[in-house]
């Protein structure tokens, strides 16, 4: 490697650099940057094929009103440093009108400034009520909150008259954030909590802590806030103590993968979903149904993987853009203001009615309560 | 013309040319911005050189230090009402200290232990600043107030690349001269023959452990410019993959060559922003670039670089 060959590359980077930027003018450029590698690409890599996907789909289709749609992602490994420097580029390089990205909290929170000084539209897809509470001007989301996943919960224990509970949380990020919304909120649906135990994100045993609820006098269930393989590890030995309440889970589980982690043990268990996940077994009168069985089959057949809800929130995010596009034209001024209000729509996670003052637009009929019966999903309601 | 590379004024020179020159050049902010964290990573790089190139010994948690940097700006102004400048100033004194801790039993010893502790040092940081959510806000991060100077608040990325240039302009400096001091001399001394050195009285474990805590104070200071940068901090600064891109940067820029660690930053930064035109391949092109580097510049850009221009030349 001579000095020489070293500057012929970084005068080839400089010019990868230029013509990413150079895109025929009449394109409509969305970017996107997902953690699609590193520890969240669970979430990323879905959301990535999804936007492909259906980008591919609407310029086979001749666009948006004739115009194509250039979709620019940038993949962040998770990394909230590495998000933002590629913010700032599709902002400064790539002058896209728009972003549908963000795949976790921390990425999405370290680019919201970059998008608010720029003034452009940043539609995100991670979990968590701070990014739209406090309210951004350009800051909207598409996938439920924790804070609604509790609320879901606790309608339905009410329902059921459940009323003092013990809770088991995992010290992740999910379990977290979910757990100190679900504490935030359980007085308002007279929900008392009578224990809190927590474990660790790969701890491999949670007898001890189950002990401690079980020995509480008066428990009527238990809610679980956690995600990956601890659920599952609290299900099976939820059921090994021979604990006969009803054990409620989080959306944070809601894929096929607990189910065959929990087995048997997973009979029973209820907890919060998009429709997306129980699309066949919506009634017909659902109008949810079309949209999550469109989805599902068309993400199915193209990654010959199973539908995840996380995919779902990306199909969310750029159909409410197009929407705003085809409504009011390219400027990120107009799209803004027309992706606050859109109406009505119907997404993969229930029907989004935008407005000035709530960036996501959900509301809690788009849950399913979901009950876990001879190792599928059924609807509980 | 070895004299001349060699001489100290030079290098300083000759990094302060390049962040001008490059400074002037550089079209629009997101250039900034990477140029900027080019500079804030060669800050770290620098002082772990030091340890790595110098004293000879590895750390493998010196993403712990930039952690406990990048927090101090974040926690100290928001909960205790700390100004900006001190909370760095505290961060970086801290940061020495726990070095100063940790070093002092290991460091007696032979070998890399230096490198297990650290290793497991870095891991509880990141544990710490993830478990700890109630106050820095767990895996999704915490805000970080702005830097004020002069009743400006800054937040241009043109700013902060002149801010970072002087910062690591002035850091090369220091590091210059701990290099031409008696310790500096001792570190010589020890990185050629460690028997030698002890048997002309040196007292060996003192001395890595001053490097081990200056390298520390660099991460530490590093860490909290990256945080001010960003105005948005995640426990990520901290993680094993980022103690492990450091030492990276100090190896592939030249072990002992402080310029290097400019050049080596600038190659693990750039190049994945370069790479992202090639999406899928990204990962593969990047491993096969550094293996590239490694083999035909076995003791790292900027060391064989020289060695063959002073061949050429003499």
């Not at chain 1, 609290?234 to 409620?248: A, D, K, S």
């Not at chain 1, 009011?328 to 009505?344: F, M, S």
């Not at chain 2, 460091?107 to 040092?121: C, E, M, S």
């Not at chain 2, 948005?232 to 103690?243: K, Y």
């Amino acid at each position: 490697m001579t000095p020489r060959s070293i500057l012929k590359l970084a005068a080839l980077a400089l010019m990868a650099g230029t013509t990413l930027g150079a895109a025929k003018a009449q394109d409509i450029k969305i970017g996107a940057v997902l953690s699609v590698t590193g520890p969240a690409s669970f979430l990323g890599d879905p959301e990535e094929k999804t936007l492909k996907m259906y980008v591919e789909e609407i310029n086979a289709k001749g666009g948006i009103k004739g115009r194509k749609i250039q979709l620019i992602t940038y993949d962040d490994g998770g990394d909230a440093n590495k998000a933002r420097t590629f913010a700032t580029r599709l902002v400064e390089e790539d002058k896209v009108v728009a972003m549908v990205g963000g795949t976790t909290t921390g990425t999405t929170m370290s680019m919201g400034p970059v998008f608010e000084d720029a003034q452009l539209p940043f539609i995100s897809l991670a979990g968590a009520v701070v990014i739209v509470e406090p309210q951004k001007k350009w800051v909207f989301k598409t996938p439920h909150t924790d804070r609604m996943a509790c609320e879901k919960i606790f309608e339905d224990m009410k329902k059921r008259n459940l009323t003092k509970i013990g809770m088991i949380s995992g010290t992740d990020g999910f379990g977290k954030s979910m757990r100190d919304e679900c504490v935030k909120v359980n007085a308002r649906f007279g929900i008392e909590i009578l224990a809190e135990e927590t474990y660790g994100p790969r701890d491999t045993d949670m007898t001890p802590q189950l002990t401690n609820l079980k020995g509480k006098s008066g428990m009527q269930a238990v809610i679980n806030p956690g995600f990956g393989q601890g659920p599952a590890i609290v299900t099976r030995n939820f059921r090994q103590l021979g604990l006969t309440v009803p054990l409620y889970q989080s959306h944070g589980v809601a894929s096929k993968q607990f189910i065959d982690l929990a087995g048997d043990a997973a009979n029973g268990v209820r907890l919060p979903a998009a429709a997306l996940l129980v699309a066949d077994k919506l009634p017909a009168s659902d109008p949810q149904k079309p949209v999550a069985q469109a989805y599902a089959k068309k993400f199915q057949d193209a990654t010959k993987q199973p539908v995840s809800t996380f995919g779902g929130h990306a199909y969310d995010g750029l159909m409410i853009l197009v929407g705003a596009i085809e409504r009011g034209g390219a400027d990120p001024k107009v799209i803004r203001d027309e992706i606050e209000k859109t109406k009505g729509f119907m997404g993969t996670a229930g029907i989004f009615n935008m407005t000035a003052t709530d960036h996501m637009g959900l509301d809690l009929s788009a849950f399913k309560m979901l009950e876990i019966k001879n190792g599928d999903w059924a609807l509980a309601e | 013309m070895r004299g001349l590379i060699g001489n100290r004024w030079a290098e300083l020179g000759a990094m302060a040319l390049l962040i001008g020159l490059v400074g002037l050049i550089l079209p629009s902010g997101y250039y900034f911005r990477v140029g900027a964290l080019v500079l804030v990573s060669a800050i770290a790089a620098l002082g772990l050189n030091l340890l790595l190139g110098y004293a000879g010994q590895v750390s493998l948690g010196h993403a712990g230090f930039v952690g406990i940097g990048a927090y101090a700006v974040a926690l100290l102004p928001t909960y205790w009402g700390v100004p900006t400048l001190l909370a760095l100033a505290g961060g970086a004194v801290f940061s020495g200290l726990l070095a100063l801790a940790l070093g002092r039993p290991i460091l007696r010893l032979k070998g890399h232990f230096l490198a297990v502790a650290t290793l497991g040092l870095g891991i509880l940081v990141a544990m710490v600043l993830t478990n700890e959510a109630r106050i820095t806000g767990g895996p999704d991060g915490m805000p970080v107030p702005r830097l004020e100077l002069f009743g400006t608040r800054i937040r241009a990325p043109e700013t902060w690349y002149w801010i970072t240039g002087g910062v690591l302009l002035v850091a090369t400096f220091f590091a210059q001269n701990l290099l031409n001091s008696s310790t500096g001399r001792a570190l010589r001394a020890l990185h050629d023959s460690e028997v030698a050195a002890r048997a002309a009285g040196i007292d060996v474990a003192r001395i890595k452990g001053i490097v081990f805590a200056v390298s520390a104070i660099y991460a530490s200071v590093s860490g909290s410019l990256l945080a001010l940068l960003n105005g948005h901090i995640t426990p990520d600064v901290a993680s094993f993959l980022n103690s492990i891109e450091l030492v990276t940067m100090v190896v592939l820029g030249g072990m002992g060559s402080l310029l290097g660690s400019l050049i080596g930053a600038a190659v693990l930064v750039i190049l994945p922003q370069a790479l992202t035109i090639f999406h899928e391949y990204e990962h593969l092109l990047l491993g096969s670039f550094i293996i590239l580097i490694m083999i035909f510049l076995r003791d790292g850009i900027v060391p064989t670089l020289r060695k063959r221009f002073t061949e050429r030349g003499s």
